[in-house]
């Protein structure tokens, strides 16, 4: 289930914007190199969540 991700992810980038952007970026790595990251979790979006949420993922705001 995606919502509780999504909370918890809301809290490491709070601007929403932002967080759909990096979990994208990140949904479509994993996609793209699906038999190297083997986890349970079947939808790229969700891991991508996941991992924002847990503090896996880092990210800088350019201008």
């Known amino acids: 289930m995606i919502a509780p991700s999504l ?4 809290k490491m980038i709070p601007s929403r914007y ?3 952007i990096v979990a994208v970026k990140r ?3 994993i996609k793209s190199n ?3 990251f083997a986890t349970n979790v079947s ?3 969700e891991q ?4 924002i ?3 896996k993922i880092k990210f800088t705001i350019s201008k």
């Open 18 to 20: 932002a967080l759909v």
């Open 27 to 29: 949904a479509k790595e």
């Open 34 to 36: 699906k038999d190297i």
């Open 7 to 10: 909370e918890n992810a809301l």
């Open 53 to 55: 949420a847990s503090g």
């Open 48 to 51: 991508a969540f996941e991992e």
């Open 43 to 45: 939808d790229p979006l």
